[in-house]
């Protein structure tokens, strides 16, 4: 149901990294109010949380249910980790509340299938955060894919490297980042370049595959290959050693090179040299994402990712932590 003239209120569960940032920039945003939020980690600490100006006039809950339930919350965006997103997403479907999801949508593919057809025949306003949906540089990048002159694609490639998983900005949340049944590189980073693979070239299909991981937690390295179409994308992805954070998309033509890098940079090269393309001011990301939220619960067109996008991505992700080829 779509939110008309009035701020729109929401409700989180998971108030981890992504919950917090996601809870502040909606703070600042002038079209959001959050109404509530609910934490199991912050029933034992809900008067150092109340006692927080910017976070004093928010409910704690004390389950999902209470929060999905309340009458207060147009929106209910789920920020706990993948295993727990399908049933948190039943709570709100169950209410006819809107949905906005973190990814991955899930862990379980079957699951995902069947929630995702479930939320297409309620007809209910939802989406997942798959962030580089509402950001300039993907804007960018399917212009420059469209205009001629930078040349036919012939390959692409995508690099990834971490010296430690989880990140250091992310211990808080180990637990999970690093177990095989959730975290990873693949789950965490890699699902937003199969998005963007997705959204300027069509779905991956996994050709073939090597990957290794920790005893008893996430994957370590993976050098895998797909086929977009009959457009050749190689990955390679591995922890370890002492570096700068590696997140790269090439796509090679027959006559250049575009390049993404670093979450904010592009660049395009040839034989000679690497030069910047100027994307202008990308602006925050969480902003960014809120404003097309707003145009969602408006129902207004917008460029978030669906579901059904994301059940896509997911597929991907699964299938090649799951490869034996």
Not at 229 to 237: F, K, T
Not at 282 to 306: C, N
Request: aromatic content about 10%; hydrophobic content about 45%; charged content about 20%.
């Amino acid at each position: 149901m779509a939110v008309d003239n009035k701020r729109i209120r929401i409700g989180v569960i998971g108030f981890g990294t992504i919950g917090k940032y996601v809870v502040d920039g909606a703070l600042a945003h002038n079209e959001f109010e959050v109404v509530a939020i609910f934490d199991p980690s912050l029933l034992s600490v809900s008067a150092e949380f109340m006692s927080a100006e910017k976070y004093r006039h928010i409910s704690l809950m004390a389950s999902a249910n209470e929060l999905v339930a309340y009458q207060q919350v147009d929106l209910v965006y789920i920020a706990t980790p993948p295993a727990t997103h399908i049933e948190y997403c039943r709570l709100a479907l169950a209410q006819r509340k809107a949905i906005w999801c973190e990814k991955p949508l899930s862990v379980d593919l079957m699951a995902a299938k069947k929630l995702v057809e479930e939320l297409e025949a309620s007809g209910l306003v939802s989406a997942v955060n798959l962030s580089l949906a509402s950001s300039p540089i993907l804007d960018k990048l399917v212009s420059l894919t469209m205009e001629e002159e930078h040349g036919a694609a012939q390959q692409v490639e995508m690099r990834f490297h971490y010296s430690e998983w989880p990140r250091h900005w992310q211990v808080g949340a180990a637990s999970w980042l690093s177990s095989r049944e959730q975290g990873g590189f693949l789950r965490e980073v890699f699902s937003h370049f199969v998005f963007l693979q997705h959204r300027l070239f069509g779905e991956m299909k996994l050709t073939n595959c090597q990957i290794s991981f920790a005893a008893g937690g996430c994957e370590t390295y993976v050098m895998a290959q797909y086929l977009c179409g009959s457009l050749p994308v190689r990955v390679c992805g591995g922890i370890g050693g002492v570096a700068p954070d590696t997140n790269e998309w090439t796509l090679f033509t027959d006559r250049r090179a575009i390049r993404y890098s670093d979450w904010n940079k592009l660049s395009m090269g040839t034989q000679e040299s690497w030069w910047d393309v100027d994307i202008g001011q990308v602006g925050s990301s969480v902003l960014l994402q809120l404003d097309e939220v707003a145009k969602m619960m408006r129902g207004k067109p917008h460029k978030l990712a669906s579901f059904r996008e994301a059940l896509a991505v997911q597929v991907v992700v699964e299938q090649t932590l799951n490869s034996s080829c």
